[in-house]
Nanobody
Framework: QVQLVESGGGLVQAGGSLMLSCAASGRTFSYNAMGWFRQAPGPEREVVAA????????YYADSGEGRLTITRDNAKNTEYLQLNRLKPEDTAVYYC?????????????????WGQGNQLTVSS
């Protein structure tokens, strides 16, 4: 079982930067691929970025390419998402998620564990 707790959201002006963190409990963090997803008002939760268990492979959605950096510190059981040059359309609830295996995935249905979500609002 993995429990995830996000932090670092809030209100930011367009063009600014922010780092989201996701602290994981449990002994298996270093074996879990991780991801960040977001959900704006509406039914769809979309992938933002994903990272393999070792951190050696990363994936970014086209919407964030060049502006986002996903990293992880397995010694601290923590995943990070650095967001730069933020835009109003980045406004959403951001979720971190963990898979049961080491392979990063862009598909939300492949993630077994989810954080509670953290609101990020970007003002224009």
């Amino acid at each position: 079982q993995v429990q995830l707790v996000e932090s670092g959201g809030g209100l930011v002006q367009a063009g600014g930067s922010l780092m989201l963190s996701c602290a994981a409990s449990g002994r298996t963090f270093s074996y879990n691929a991780m991801g960040w997803f977001r959900q704006a008002p509406g039914p769809e939760r979309e992938v933002v970025a994903a990272i393999s268990s070792s951190g050696g492979y990363t994936y970014y959605a086209d919407s964030g390419e060049g502006r986002l950096t996903i990293t992880r510190d397995n010694a601290k059981n923590t995943e990070y998402l650095q967001l730069n040059r933020l835009k109003p359309e980045d406004t959403a609830v951001y979720y971190c998620a963990a898979r049961r295996n080491s392979v990063a995935s862009a598909h939300s249905y492949e993630y077994a564990y989810w954080g509670q979500g953290n609101q990020l609002t970007v003002s224009s």
